[in-house]
């Protein structure tokens, strides 16, 4: 509403003298301030603020008359009456100069083109000559209280009670002065009692009159406040009538609202009572207070002391208030608290110290609410150092506030917008974000803008509106602009100021003209005639329809109301305007769709309508009248009129309308009159007419019913034209901000499934909610409140504090305004719930479930009910929380909700909860059962508080297995850490988990107690019904070997370390290797040593081809075939072919940008066709990217970084099926090869799988982990660990699928120099005899590889034949251990040299890829074991 800026200025008097003002009073217009001193009155203009004229009093005089004490302006500011000590009335003339004559002028330099075009036009700009002529003396004989102007009176009240109306010339008129004796006084004016005063030594003293209550509101010396009206226009004392308040008995002050007919009474226990006037009874009735309170202000709120001033702004939409003890506080008209310079950095310095906070004596708002005029007391260190400092000549100090308000307080046509618009002196605050997101809508609105809104409806609701959203929330930072100085130097201040639909076009209005500003041009439009700007004076508002200004102005000239509207792309020209001449002024004017509303002073409303015409070289506009209604019966005084609004809004909603299309008719009026909400809807009760039967253009329009309130102290109100068939509830609803009391919202009921609705139903509901801020503007689809508060920046960490004068930068932080906005959506769904409106919540919420906040909507709602309900000290008849619970289950998100409303409350409230929500061992069930582990996790932090140690084990192991099962390793981590915290030393049993429901809130949780819960994810494997925790958890029995980490003799770290095994035994049970690599290098499991173990148990291969076609299909590795023509015999394939292999081998282990092009290919369980290959091979071969000459390079030297793919990168793909056939194309073009060869070539880089899948066969894969967090050991090949543990039959068929020859010369090798169980060695031969029989049968592309190996098989043939010795033998059963764990198996130690003797052994022409990658490897094995630590890899 009304919002601090920057730092308060600082007045000086340039008149040097001892006298300092103590009271400010400013004339009608608020462009001329008197201050009064003890024998000195000065005045002083507002803009620019400089003193204009002194007056002072002679030293005889001042005596007589006693110091100045009040003064009063006539209405016209032509009179100033001064009242003194001695009971003196002065009554001096105020006389202005002729036009010519300026006190102060501006000079301009030369060649500036601002020259003087108009009358008056120097008027605003320079502060006129102003002299000060006493005119007369009336003595009163009693000091004088108070002082009132009245029109031509002057009332004035002494201290014998009497009360005094004299004219402003001097005179009486023969009007006797009243005693407040005679004056009978009652509870209200309909009572036949006598005076109930004892007015015998009472006065008044404080009063101040009320325009619209024809009365003056009073406060008597001793507390009492009253209300004092006359009964006729004679003011005679047999006609006056009081009443009074019987529980107030210590007023202080007063100040009147004559818009919103108030009466604010300051008190002296520092609150303000605010009353307002009972129309039928006549009685006081007290609407709301302005007082602090102490959960914002606990160490001020009941020691600021008796009110001293209270102070309405222009517009009569805040007050300011002020205590004895000092400080401001401003208040909205109905009692929403805006700041208060008690709290915050206002009463502290930066380093924590408090201040002392200002005293204020006398102050007045300026022009237009902009500035508040201030004149500080001295406070006791002021006094002291003045004191010290007599010879110093004082100045008077003028504090000057300087603030930025809404639009809505003045321009309440901005209220079926969806922008917040502030204005200040000079400027706008705008928050629609930057020109350039919506310049290209804006421009294409502006070209097509002819059409009528309701047709462009689904453009807006299609394109405008969501980039709206994030446009208007996008940052907390203002879009400010500058008005233009030529406008402001003769139009100041700024009345009027509107924004268009867009955000986009703004415009302004002053005393005298408008001025319009675009942001996607970034330019003002000003009068190019200066003379028609100062002839048309905006009186009614101003508002944009399109691209069009409708502004309700008076023309000097022909002195005649109008109502005009100026295209904005046209020059702004009275020949480009659309003027129609209007009966009455215009004080409020609104639009609706193509609809224009205007409320005149006669209380009369007239409705336009407004079409676009395109016909001639400039857009025009057509209004016509279209229909006019009286409202002087309901209406007292026009001026009570706050806004006035034409919505679609009645109270039936649109499916009970007898026609559908009057849902988005003006169907109703929406009157503010004195904050009294008053709708005037359309009779429907004749016959309807549809349209389609309407043959004239211009039908009749129904007429208007009697008027209905709808609410009460009502500020703003805000509703939309906008319609969306998905969120009917918020678009269709009428939002409306009442002060203290929050937001109010008249909602739509809908039935559901368009149901025929219940006779016993209304059509709408009013909700009230509490929020946070503000509201100057509403997101209706988007569920959001927009406004603004005032930040504070201290910088007195630049002085040093002393005890003499400090600067205003010292005293007062510097103020900002920031934009905030609030969700609303959670008060209404719990106000539609406390109602039993369960359906229609659920309606509603259901509609707005795609918002991005919709689950903190729902957690707020719960956390805030939960909060009132749990801390109440009293007993809850019928608690909210289950039925709250059970509407949120009605959402997928209810499990997320509960948990995070849990971790962030008390531990204290949590058996309220979950006696309402449910059990958390259940709820951590269904987590599971709907595989979020996520939200698992956090109920494990539940039960840990809430149950014993041995049941958050149990759960912890349960979440751990899944997390191990689903690949979660970050989960994992998480949860080793969480078991290794449960310790047997928790002592602490914390309390059960509620089972049942406490009496208070009895019923919650027998609903879900009995609730089934269906998921649409999968839930294979984990069972149906709950899990058997006893069975599965059981802590691990028998013999255990010892855990390799320091703390070995841990029960806890060998209960993890079962759990691993356990993981571990069922993936290779499964041949799942690849999952098994992950799970090796993200939990550092140790492998080898696992493995060890395991040679002759779980590393065993029952079924060489089932493992073979697992490989194949977990690392996309495609199965071999045979091209139709193998040109073997060709002496030139074994030179292109090895060098075409080696350079793709080279590539890919040297360049990642290739493996980044690759495709999914997902292997087959059915070898590939002949045809079909060569199908896919050729169409790859035309589909190959481009490739650069640097992919070519060879492989960095031994000692560089070997980028191999960053782990991200390890997606399953395959690298030759989309063809990289462009790195042949420099061997095409010097070698000739026939259609065979090449057909050859591509099948044999077809029979290999993706570079990534050979990288990840013979490397541990260490997804995600940072270089300085692997170890050296992890890096080494997959096979070679198999190697290394001793399980040759894991080897065998990782061999198969490489195809590598010298991997199984190395395992025939070992055979040989080592001990091996027969077993195993049947195994692996029965194994090759199965792969055999496989190929001949269903994958032939195996068969050419078999046969290179038949010499390696024959010689384990011979191997298998000469091991016959008994002790060679071992036992068969796969659960007994073959021997104690033995560190390095024969094949550690020999790693070296085995590589290398794989590198001399290789002799078969097709061996050439991975000839190449041990030739890489053995490289890097032949470094130093000191280099070890310098060797990076980036694996994948």
Not at 21 to 38: G, H, N, T, W
């Amino acid at each position: 509403m009304y919002f601090l800026s920057g730092w308060p200025r600082k007045l000086l008097c340039p008149l040097r003298g001892s006298e300092k003002p103590f009271y400010i009073q400013p004339d009608s217009r608020r462009r001329v301030f008197a201050l009064l001193s003890q024998s000195q009155i000065s005045l002083w203009y507002g803009r620019p603020s400089v003193l204009i004229v002194s007056y002072k009093e002679s030293a005889k005089a001042a005596s007589q008359f006693g110091s100045y004490e009040k003064t009063e302006w006539k209405s016209d500011s032509s009179m100033i009456a001064v009242a003194t000590k001695n009971g003196y009335i002065l009554l001096f003339d105020i006389v202005y100069s002729g036009q010519e004559k300026y006190l102060y002028e501006p000079v301009y330099p030369k060649g500036n083109p601002r020259v003087k075009v108009a009358t008056g036009y120097k008027e605003e700009q320079c502060a006129p000559s102003i002299t000060v002529e006493m005119k007369k003396v009336l003595d009163f004989q009693a000091p004088i209280t108070s002082l009132q102007s009245m029109q031509d009176d002057l009332v004035i009240a002494t201290s014998d009670g009497m009360l005094h109306l004299i004219h402003w010339d001097g005179l009486t008129n023969g009007r006797k002065a009243i005693n407040l004796c005679s004056v009978p006084f009652s509870i209200d004016l309909q009572s036949s009692r006598g005076p109930s005063l004892d007015f015998e030594f009472v006065c008044i003293q404080d009063m101040e009159y009320c325009a619209t209550l024809d009365g003056f509101a009073v406060v008597f010396d001793d507390g009492r406040i009253g209300f004092i009206t006359p009964v006729s226009n004679k003011l005679a004392a047999e006609d006056f009538h009081g009443v009074w308040a019987q529980e107030v008995t210590d007023g202080t002050c007063v100040a009147i609202n004559n818009k919103y007919k108030l009466m604010a009474f300051g008190c002296a226990n520092g609150s303000v009572l605010v009353y307002t006037m009972d129309t039928t009874a006549g009685s006081m009735q007290l609407s709301h207070k302005l007082e602090l309170t102490p959960k914002h202000y606990p160490d001020i709120w009941n020691k600021t002391g008796a009110v001293k001033l209270v102070k309405w702004s222009p517009d009569w939409s805040v007050a300011m208030v002020t205590w004895d003890c000092g400080g401001l506080s401003l208040w909205s008209v109905f009692g929403a608290h805006l700041f208060c310079t008690l709290g915050g950095d206002f009463a502290h310095y930066s380093d924590g110290t408090k201040k002392e906070p200002i005293k204020i004596s006398s102050m007045s708002w300026g022009a237009e609410g902009y500035h508040l005029w201030a004149i500080s007391s001295e406070n006791a260190q002021q006094i002291k150092s003045d004191l010290e400092n007599k010879s110093m000549i004082q100045q008077a100090e003028i504090l000057q506030f300087q603030f930025i308000k809404s639009s809505l307080t003045v321009n309440p046509c901005m209220n079926n917008q969806e922008q917040v618009l502030l204005q200040g002196e000079d400027r706008l605050y705008l928050n629609c974000g930057d020109a350039w997101q919506n310049q290209n809508s804006s421009t294409a609105s502006a070209n097509s803008g002819h059409q009528p809104v309701r047709e462009k409806s689904h453009l807006l609701d299609d394109i405008l509106i969501p980039q709206g959203l994030s446009t208007l929330l996008g940052h907390r930072h203002w879009h400010i602009v500058q008005i233009h100085s030529t406008y402001l130097e003769s139009n100041w201040p700024i009345k009027f100021a509107a924004i268009d639909h867009l955000g986009q076009c703004v415009a302004v209005a002053g005393k005298y003209g408008i001025a319009h500003y675009a942001l996607f041009t970034r330019k003002w439009k000003l009068f190019g005639n200066i003379t028609q700007e100062q002839n048309m004076a905006v009186t009614g508002g101003l508002a944009w329809w399109n691209d069009f200004i409708v502004l309700a102005c008076y023309n000097l000239i022909d002195q005649q109301e109008e109502l005009r509207l100026y295209l904005r792309s046209s020059n702004l020209d009275n020949l480009f305007a659309h003027i129609t001449k209007v009966k009455a002024e215009t004080l409020l004017i609104n639009v609706f769709r193509d609809m224009v509303i205007l409320f005149r002073a006669d209380c009369s409303i007239c409705l336009y309508s407004i079409d676009r015409n395109d016909n001639g070289p400039n857009p025009t506009a057509n209004v016509q009248v279209l229909q006019e209604v009286s409202m002087s019966r309901y209406i007292p005084h026009p001026s009570l009129v706050v806004s006035i609004t034409l919505t679609s809004v009645r109270t039936e909603t649109g499916i009970t309308l007898k026609m559908p299309q009057q849902a988005c008719a003006a169907e109703s009026i929406m009157l503010n009159l004195a904050g009294q909400l008053i709708m005037l809807q359309r009779d429907r009760s004749g016959p309807q007419v549809r349209e389609k039967d309407s043959t004239s253009k211009r039908k009749k329009l129904l007429p208007f019913c009697a008027p209905v309130v709808l609410a009460q102290c009502v500020e703003n109100v805000w509703t939309t034209c906008r319609s969306n068939k998905h969120k009917r509830h918020l678009l269709e609803a009428l939002w409306l901000s009442c002060g203290e009391a929050g937001m109010k919202v008249w909602l739509p009921l809908f039935p559901r499934d368009n149901r025929k609705p219940h006779s016993f139903l209304s059509g709408r509901i009013m909700l009230p909610f509490q929020i946070n801020i503000y509201p100057l503007a509403v997101l209706f689809e988007d569920a959001l409140v927009l406004g603004a508060v005032n930040e504070t920046l201290l910088y007195d960490n630049l002085y040093v504090h002393n005890h003499e004068k400090e600067p205003l930068e010292i005293l007062f932080p510097f103020c900002i305004v920031e934009r905030t906005s609030q969700i609303y959506l959670h008060h209404i769904l719990r106000q539609l719930l406390v109602r039993n409106l369960g359906e229609q919540a659920l309606l509603l919420a259901q509609s707005c479930a795609t918002l991005p906040y919709f689950p903190h909507v729902l957690e707020l709602m719960l956390h805030e009910v939960l909060e009132e309900e749990a801390t109440s000290r009293e007993p809850i008849p019928d608690p909210l929380l289950p039925t709250v619970a059970k509407f949120i289950t009605e959402f997928p998100l209810f499990l997320q909700t509960v948990v995070h409303c849990a971790r962030k409350t008390e531990y204290a409230l949590w058996n309220y909860l979950f006696a309402a929500v449910g059990n958390p061992k259940d709820l951590f069930e269904e987590c599971l059962l709907a595989q979020d582990l996520d939200t698992a996790a956090s109920y494990l932090i539940i039960l840990q508080n809430m149950e014993v140690p041995a049941v958050s084990r149990q759960h912890a192991t349960l979440l751990f297995n899944t997390a191990l099962e689903q690949g979660k390793w970050d989960l994992c981590r998480h949860m080793i850490r969480f078991l290794k915290a449960i310790g047997a030393g928790e002592l602490e049993t914390p309390p059960p988990t509620p089972t049942t429901q406490e009496p208070s809130s009895a019923g919650g949780f027998e609903f879900f107690k009995h609730r089934s819960i269906s998921f649409s994810q999968s839930t294979e494997g984990l069972g149906t019904g709950k899990f058997n925790l006893q069975k599965t958890l059981s802590m691990p029995s028998g013999p255990s070997a010892k855990r390799w980490s320091k703390d070995a003799d841990c029960v806890e770290n060998m209960y993890i370390d079962e759990m691993l095994w356990r993981h571990a035994r069922r993936l290779l049970e499964e041949m799942r290797l690849k999952d098994l690599s992950s799970f090796t290098a993200q939990l550092g499991f140790e492998l080898i040593a696992w493995l060890c173990k395991e040679r002759s148990r779980t590393a065993r291969v029952e079924d060489f081809v089932k493992a073979l076609k697992r490989l194949h299909k977990d690392f996309l590795w495609p199965f071999p075939v045979i091209p139709s023509c193998s040109p073997f015999k060709n002496g030139k394939y074994k030179t292109v072919g090895e060098q075409f292999l080696k350079s793709q081998s080279t590539e890919t282990f040297a360049s990642s940008e290739l493996e980044s092009r690759v495709i999914n290919a997902h292997g087959s369980h059915i070898c590939l066709g002949l045809n079909a290959a060569h199908s896919e091979m050729d169409s790859g071969s035309l589909q190959g990217p481009q490739t650069q000459d640097a992919i070519l390079s060879p492989l960095l030297s031994k000692g560089d970084e070997c980028s191999i793919g960053s782990a991200t990168d390890l997606t399953e793909t395959s690298s030759m099926v989309d063809g990289d056939w462009t790195m042949v194309d420099e061997n095409f073009s010097t070698l000739s090869l026939t259609q065979s060869e090449l057909e050859y070539i591509s099948m044999e880089l077809a029979n290999k799988g993706p570079c990534k899948s050979q990288v990840q066969l013979r490397l541990v894969t260490v997804f995600e982990l940072p270089k300085e967090n692997r170890h050296p050991h992890r890096d080494q090949y997959l096979l070679h660990i198999f190697m290394e543990a001793g399980c040759l039959e894991w080897c065998t068929v990782i061999a198969l699928i490489l195809r590598d020859s010298a991997v199984i010369g190395q395992i025939i090798s070992s055979i040989q120099h080592s001990e091996i169980s027969k077993d195993i060695l049947q195994g692996i031969k029965d194994g090759l005899l199965d792969v055999d029989g496989w190929a001949s049968t269903d994958c032939p592309g195996y068969k050419p590889f078999l046969n290179r190996i038949k010499p390696q098989l024959q010689k384990l043939n011979e191997v298998t034949e000469e091991q016959i010795q008994p002790e060679a033998f071992q036992p068969s059963s796969r659960l007994s251990i073959s021997k104690v764990v033995e560190p390095p198996s024969p094949w550690s130690g020999d790693n070296r040299s085995t590589v290398c003797q794989i590198n001399n052994s290789q002799n078969d022409s097709g061996s050439g890829i991975s000839r190449q990658e041990d030739d890489v490897q053995g490289e890097e094995e032949e470094e130093p074991l000191g280099d070890e630590g310098s060797y990076e890899c980036s694996l994948s």
